[in-house]
């Protein structure tokens, strides 16, 4: 592991170690925290300048190398850093290996438990369904079993209880497929008879993806709501089941007093983004809860809520800023929004006047220009050492 770092050795700020997205350096640098960022050189987040520093860490390492290796660094700064994770797969190794951190670290998470419930979806709807909270109804079952409708009604959503399937992602563009009748079923379930995949098949809440509503919260180790705000999806890509590329903030009290009450629930602790989806009765059903860090963390700083700067000031010992009510309006969007927009069947003019409008795009601002060609650079720099096409 490489570090470099432009801070002064003796600066008397602890450092914020992030390994997430560039969303997630911006949100601590409106706050001027010091982030040293975690990732390779492919990772706009990489080269924002934001980051005051960056840490390599070699890909072919595993997670007890990797907890010593940074452990290792850590040691070495004057303060012990604040460390952020904001994807699955960084928070099951800082939730499964906590104690080891925590002699070098400083950071929020849920109880162990709790995070193996929630990333693991099939687990996580039997907690659902014990404690009561507004799931679609949903059964596991194998790639191999899947022509079965399993009691559901249509339409459906299938998903890999694993994102990192690449067996799923050969077969299926984005996160999840669409099922609308025992027809498209069927074709689907021949499409993965050799996939060899767990699935789960969950009965679809009707609508657009722009009726997906979201709640973000801190909560602090003695229960208390430090922070918290609303969100709603605006576009996504793919158009249904995607990833969110167009978002905004919203001041929704019923979405806060849901949110609220199955935090409380859950007896969650730390970071956490609930997804709700509005049926056409307005009902809202609860799709998944993600125990961590996210993108919304950036429009949600700029909107007047700073979940990032908030646990780093409670976790630092400093005093904590008051956290009033977020911003409605406030809009943030990736670079992969245009494909969304065309085709969500928007014209190139209005969506150029919206994206000039918008407070946030990821990886791209007037005083931090280049994140994404830098890495687009590091990305055809490796493609060309391949021999793969640019």
Same mark, same amino acid.
């Given at each position: 592991?490489?570090?470099?770092?432009?801070?002064?050795?003796?600066?008397?700020?602890?450092?914020?170690?992030?390994?997430?997205?560039?969303?997630?350096?911006?949100?601590?640098?409106?706050?001027?925290?010091?982030?040293?960022?975690?990732?390779?050189?492919?990772?706009? +987040? *990489?080269?924002?300048?934001?980051?005051?520093?960056? &840490?390599?860490?070699?890909?072919?390492? $595993? !997670? @007890?190398? =990797?907890? #010593?290796?940074?452990?290792?660094?850590?040691?070495?700064?004057?303060?012990?850093?604040?460390?952020?994770?904001?994807?699955?797969?960084?928070?099951?190794?800082?939730?499964?290996?906590?104690?080891?951190?925590?002699?070098?670290?400083?950071?929020?998470?849920?109880?162990?438990?709790?995070?193996?419930?929630?990333?693991?979806?099939?687990?996580?709807?039997?907690?659902?369904?014990?404690?009561?909270?507004?799931?679609?109804?949903?059964?596991?079952?194998?790639?191999?079993?899947?022509?079965?409708?399993?009691?559901?009604?249509?339409?459906?959503?299938?998903?890999?209880?694993?994102?990192?399937?690449?067996?799923?992602?050969?077969?299926?563009?984005?996160?999840?497929?669409?099922?609308?009748?025992?027809?498209?079923?069927?074709?689907?379930? +021949? *499409?993965?008879?050799?996939?060899?995949?767990?699935? &789960?098949?969950?009965?679809?809440?009707? $609508? !657009? @993806?722009? =009726?997906? #509503?979201?709640?973000?919260?801190?909560?602090?180790?003695?229960?208390?709501?430090?922070?918290?705000?609303?969100?709603?999806?605006?576009?996504?890509?793919?158009?249904?089941?995607?990833?969110?590329?167009?978002?905004?903030?919203?001041?929704?009290?019923?979405?806060?007093?849901?949110?609220?009450?199955?935090?409380?629930?859950?007896?969650?602790?730390?970071?956490?983004?609930?997804?709700?989806?509005?049926?056409?009765?307005?009902?809202?059903?609860l799709l998944e809860v993600n125990p961590r860090f996210n993108l919304w963390h950036h429009p949600g700083a700029l909107a007047g809520v700073n979940l990032?700067?908030?646990?780093?000031?409670?976790?630092?010992?400093?005093?904590?800023?008051?956290?009033?009510?977020?911003?409605?309006?406030?809009?943030?969007?990736?670079?992969?929004?245009?494909?969304?927009?065309?085709?969500?069947?928007?014209?190139?003019?209005?969506?150029?006047?919206?994206?000039?409008?918008?407070?946030?795009?990821?990886?791209?601002?007037?005083?931090?220009?280049?994140?994404?060609?830098?890495?687009?650079?590091?990305?055809?720099?490796?493609?060309?050492?391949?021999?793969?096409?640019?």
């Amino acid at each position: 592991m490489a570090f470099r770092t432009r801070l002064p050795p003796h600066s008397r700020r602890a450092e914020a170690w992030v390994s997430g997205t560039i969303d997630l350096v911006r949100a601590l640098a409106l706050a001027e925290i010091p982030v040293v960022v975690i990732a390779q050189r492919d990772d706009p +987040a *990489r080269w924002s300048r934001s980051a005051v520093g960056h &840490l390599d860490v070699a890909p072919e390492l $595993g !997670p @007890e190398a =990797r907890a #010593e290796a940074l452990l290792a660094v850590a040691a070495e700064r004057p303060e012990p850093p604040v460390l952020y994770y904001d994807d699955d797969e960084d928070l099951l190794f800082v939730s499964r290996h906590r104690d080891r951190l925590a002699r070098g670290f400083r950071f929020v998470i849920p109880a162990a438990d709790l995070v193996e419930d929630l990333v693991d979806k099939a687990r996580f709807h039997p907690l659902a369904e014990r404690l009561g909270l507004p799931v679609p109804r949903t059964v596991r079952c194998s790639s191999g079993a899947l022509d079965d409708d399993h009691g559901l009604g249509f339409p459906l959503i299938v998903k890999p209880v694993s994102r990192h399937g690449g067996a799923w992602a050969r077969v299926v563009s984005g996160k999840a497929a669409n099922v609308d009748d025992r027809p498209a079923l069927a074709a689907l379930a +021949a *499409r993965l008879a050799d996939a060899d995949l767990d699935l &789960l098949v969950q009965e679809a809440v009707p $609508g !657009p @993806e722009s =009726r997906v #509503e979201s709640y973000h919260v801190y909560v602090d180790e003695q229960g208390g709501i430090a922070g918290e705000f609303t969100g709603r999806k605006l576009r996504t890509y793919p158009r249904s089941c995607g990833f969110s590329t167009a978002v905004t903030i919203t001041d929704d009290a019923e979405v806060r007093a849901l949110g609220r009450r199955i935090t409380l629930e859950l007896e969650l602790r730390g970071v956490a983004k609930l997804d709700f989806k509005r049926a056409p009765d307005g009902a809202r059903k609860l799709l998944e809860v993600n125990p961590r860090f996210n993108l919304w963390h950036h429009p949600g700083a700029l909107a007047g809520v700073n979940l990032p700067a908030l646990v780093y000031e409670r976790l630092h010992g400093g005093p904590a800023p008051a956290a009033g009510v977020a911003r409605a309006g406030v809009t943030w969007c990736s670079s992969h929004d245009l494909q969304a927009a065309r085709a969500a069947g928007v014209g190139l003019v209005p969506w150029a006047r919206w994206v000039a409008g918008c407070d946030a795009i990821s990886g791209l601002a007037w005083n931090d220009p280049f994140p994404l060609p830098r890495a687009a650079a590091w990305r055809a720099r490796g493609r060309l050492r391949r021999g793969a096409p640019v």
